[in-house]
């Protein structure tokens, strides 16, 4: 079973920063789109980023967070500044097949294949 696993989940002060990981043994994460989404309690899930040889944001992190590839490690990041409590959430990483991605419907989380457990991030004083 394919599997995709984040990292970097925690608690921080507002302000703060975090840098979450996606990893897979199985998949080679080059040859897929990698998104995050976020979940926050009694909220839909939502997408947050995406990257392909473009990144793609939500307006509400636009300029605070950073998605990149590290090919070598197999491994997509996702770096988070100046995180505030609204970003409080359960987020996941996904994986298409780039062959089957639009750029129009990265938001749209059914259309990705793969999916890990989830990392949690609360951002409180």
């Known amino acids: 079973q394919v599997q995709l696993v984040e990292s970097g989940g925690g608690l921080v002060q507002p302000g703060g920063s975090l840098r979450l990981s996606c990893a897979s043994s199985?998949?080679?994460?080059?040859?897929?789109?990698i998104a995050w989404f976020r979940q926050a309690p009694n909220k839909e899930r939502e997408g947050v980023s995406c990257?392909?040889?473009?990144?793609y944001y939500a307006d509400s992190v636009k300029g605070r967070f950073t998605i990149s590839r590290d090919n070598a490690k197999n491994t997509v990041y996702l770096q988070m500044n100046s995180l505030r409590s609204e970003d409080t959430a359960v987020y996941y990483c996904?994986?298409?097949?780039?062959?089957?991605?639009?750029?129009?419907?990265?938001?749209?989380?059914?259309?990705?294949?793969?999916w890990g457990q989830g990392t949690r991030v609360t951002i409180s004083s």
């Open positions: 990257i392909t040889g473009t990144t």
């Open positions: 199985e998949l080679d994460l080059d040859e897929h789109a």
């Open positions: 996904a994986a298409i097949r780039i062959t089957r991605f639009f750029a129009d419907i990265w938001r749209s989380a059914g259309r990705y294949d793969y």
